[in-house]
């Protein structure tokens, strides 16, 4: 068979056996941060022209960068803004051209390895199935916002590819033309992966990781070190220096989550969770939530942290010292590890994801793919008992890998039983039980949404959100009794934060404002607030943003001066500068501008007014126009 048949009848067996395995999600819903990072796509559909969707993309807050390439991906997407099935559609056909990426990274790989020809098509082709068909891929490949990773992975794979591509011609002795491809293939893939998403930034480490196991025994010119002081070492030391000089703020976020830096310095549990689903998938413990994962509060608390952790430092020791003699296998650990860099360090992220391990998992992939291919080879003079029991093993565990997807991706394209399964798997999740109870109301099943509710305050009775979601639910269903204003009133006063609870703070504020709530008036929603808003318990931020939504009610009620008292130490908290609390910054800022007008104080609005005007972005602006020009008119018209 030609090299360009079996590359064609590779890469479409790949698309058909990845399109089977990924078409039964492609009829689910939005989920979870869809809403959040892609809600603007709304406004799109009024406004589609270039330069909105060129606003959108750039407006992103996602993170520092912004992540502009995704959001414009999404933004030319914005006529399908209620139906989930188009952007699906994209995220699959993204990720078989990771994997076809994948495919002909193994085959440039196994050239430079000099392996024989059968084993190299079967290696290259069960190292992208394999990755192509884990089921930790699902919840990227299927949850529309994951786009961003993938995105990523594409370039970062791309720029591998063209990497390799270069590093042939320079084994070769081609060496100019091989710095210039090489010099692209860097630039181009850091500069459109990092716009992507920031995991992107690890392609200079991925290189590194490349050239010191796999590529060990290359031949490399002298000059090769000095190229790869300037395009492999220079980037990833300016990202170091730029997490030093930018660590305050890089760790704001702090005051979103319900635990702290120091919690971080023990990610080494979360990892090996990773690592050991990759190796034997646990369907069980597949879901988009893992809030219910224990953090480690010290070294021997819990006591396997501290194990889990000389666990890494053997293994990263053994890889070490057998890279040249093992160097799959360094290879494997290093990139896996290498992959985790920044989602696993000290970065206020939510502690546990399964699309972290996207391209992180490639490497163990390839280790497995190697030691099928080798097998045969290891066991030929083992009696026939012995191989026949290890090839159904393995045949059978790789076989898991599909089958395991496929289940997964028919949950994902039913949403009321993926919700239900979710918090069945997680009953200590909280996010779990709230997604599955949300899905019970959007299909008019209050009692059903109640029963999550009351396991959320069973499994956490010192949480806020548990009674606000009850309380949210009473204000929608008339058939569901409201608990008592006095008794939530107490328990805010006490209550701790946990992931998901700013959002039903404003759900239920905005139901109340909209007198959507008959259950709830102002003066009882402010007094639920009021408690809040001196809760020292709650995350900075969620103080803030109770303070804030105190505020807001406040307003309503034409209560001036507290309301500018309320939103004043929301702001000046800090907790809404917080990455990702750009919004709550500026309500509270408008809320102080409203106030000050209010109160007659004019010299105080000009001044609020020009603070908020130097803090909005392309995206913010018309939500404030009103109440902008309006100020503008009132202004000018004092002395």
């Given at each position: 068979m030609s090299i360009r048949l079996y590359f064609l009848g590779t890469l479409v067996s790949l698309s058909l056996l990845g399109t089977l395995l990924y078409q039964p999600g492609l009829s689910g819903v939005f989920l979870f941060d869809d809403f959040v990072n892609l809600e603007g796509l709304a406004q799109l559909q009024q406004q589609n022209t270039l330069s909105a969707k060129i606003d959108f993309a750039l407006a992103g807050g996602a993170s520092q960068v912004g992540r502009p390439l995704s959001l414009f991906s999404f933004a030319l997407q914005a006529e399908h803004w209620s139906a989930p099935y188009p952007f699906k559609l994209v995220n699959l056909l993204l990720h078989l051209c990771n994997a076809a990426l994948v495919f002909i990274l193994i085959w440039q790989l196994s050239s430079l390895l000099k392996l024989p020809d059968t084993s190299?098509?079967?290696?290259?082709?069960?190292?992208?199935?394999?990755?192509?068909?884990?089921?930790?891929?699902?919840?990227?490949?299927?949850?529309?916002?994951?786009?961003?990773?993938?995105?990523?992975?594409?370039?970062?794979?791309?720029?591998?590819?063209?990497?390799?591509?270069a590093r042939l011609q320079l084994a070769q002795q081609n060496i100019q033309i091989a710095f210039v491809w090489m010099s692209v293939a860097i630039g181009l893939g850091l500069i459109l992966g990092v716009l992507s998403k920031e995991?992107?930034?690890?392609?200079?480490?991925?290189?590194?990781?490349?050239?010191?196991?796999?590529?060990?025994?290359?031949?490399?010119p002298k000059?090769?070190?000095?190229?790869?002081?300037?395009?492999?070492?220079?980037?990833?030391?300016l990202l170091v220096a730029w997490c030093v000089l930018r660590f305050e703020s890089l760790t704001q976020g702090y005051a979103l989550r319900d635990f702290t830096l120091r919690t971080l310095a023990y990610p080494t549990r979360v990892l090996l969770d990773y690592f050991s689903q990759i190796w034997l998938p646990r369907p069980s413990e597949l879901s988009l939530f893992h809030d219910d994962f224990s953090v480690s509060h010290g070294w021997l608390a819990p006591p396997q942290t501290l194990l889990v952790l000389l666990f890494w430092i053997v293994l990263l020791a053994v890889a070490a010292y057998w890279r040249k003699t093992a160097p799959i296998l360094a290879f494997a650990l290093f990139w896996f590890l290498g992959g985790h860099w920044l989602e696993a360090s000290f970065f206020p992220l939510m502690l546990h994801f399964e699309h972290r391990n996207y391209l992180p998992l490639f490497g163990i992939m390839l280790l497995i793919a190697w030691v099928v291919v080798h097998l045969p080879g290891w066991l030929a003079h083992s009696s026939q008992l012995l191989r026949y029991s290890l090839y159904s093993f393995v045949a059978l565990w790789l076989l898991s890998y599909p089958l395991f997807t496929y289940l997964e991706t028919q949950l994902w394209g039913q949403a009321i039983q993926q919700a239900v399964q979710w918090a069945e798997r997680k009953p200590a999740s909280?996010?779990?039980?709230?997604?599955?109870?949300?899905?019970?109301?959007?299909?008019?099943?209050?009692?059903?949404?109640?029963?999550?509710?009351?396991?959320?305050?069973?499994?956490?009775?010192?949480?806020?959100?548990?009674?606000?979601?009850?309380?949210?639910?009473?204000?929608?269903?008339?058939?569901?009794?409201?608990?008592?204003?006095?008794?939530?009133?107490?328990?805010?006063?006490?209550?701790?934060?946990?992931?998901?609870?700013d959002s039903v703070l404003n759900d239920l504020a905005q139901a109340v404002l909209r007198q959507e709530c008959p259950v709830l008036g102002l003066a009882e929603a402010s007094k639920l607030f009021a408690a809040l808003a001196q809760n020292t318990h709650l995350t900075r931020h969620d103080q803030a943003f109770a303070q804030l939504l105190y505020a807001r009610l406040l307003v309503a009620q034409e209560n001036y001066p507290q309301a500018l008292q309320a939103s004043t130490q929301a702001l000046e908290s800090g907790a809404l500068l917080s990455n990702g609390a750009a919004r709550n910054n500026l309500q509270a800022r408008a809320l102080r501008l409203h106030c000050w007008l209010a109160l007659k104080d004019y010299p105080q609005a000009k001044q609020e007014l020009a603070s908020l005007q130097a803090h909005l972005d392309a995206r913010s602006q018309p939500l404030y126009a009103n109440l902008i020009q309006a100020a503008q008119t009132e202004l000018s018209q004092q002395p």
């Open positions: 190299r098509r079967f290696f290259a082709f069960l190292t992208a199935l394999l990755w192509l068909a884990h089921p930790l891929q699902v919840s990227t490949a299927l949850y529309v916002v994951q786009r961003m990773t993938e995105l990523a992975a594409f370039f970062t794979l791309a720029g591998l590819v063209l990497y390799l591509h995991n992107a930034i690890l392609l200079p480490l991925y290189v590194l990781v490349l050239e010191f196991t796999l590529l060990q025994a290359v031949p490399r000059n090769w070190q000095l190229w790869a002081g300037i395009f492999l070492y220079l980037p990833l030391l909280v996010m779990a039980q709230a997604h599955a109870a949300q899905v019970m109301r959007d299909y008019q099943n209050p009692q059903a949404a109640l029963f999550y509710y009351q396991r959320m305050a069973q499994q956490h009775p010192e949480k806020t959100a548990p009674a606000a979601y009850q309380m949210l639910l009473s204000c929608a269903f008339s058939e569901i009794a409201p608990p008592s204003v006095d008794t939530v009133a107490t328990h805010f006063q006490q209550s701790r934060s946990q992931a998901g609870t």
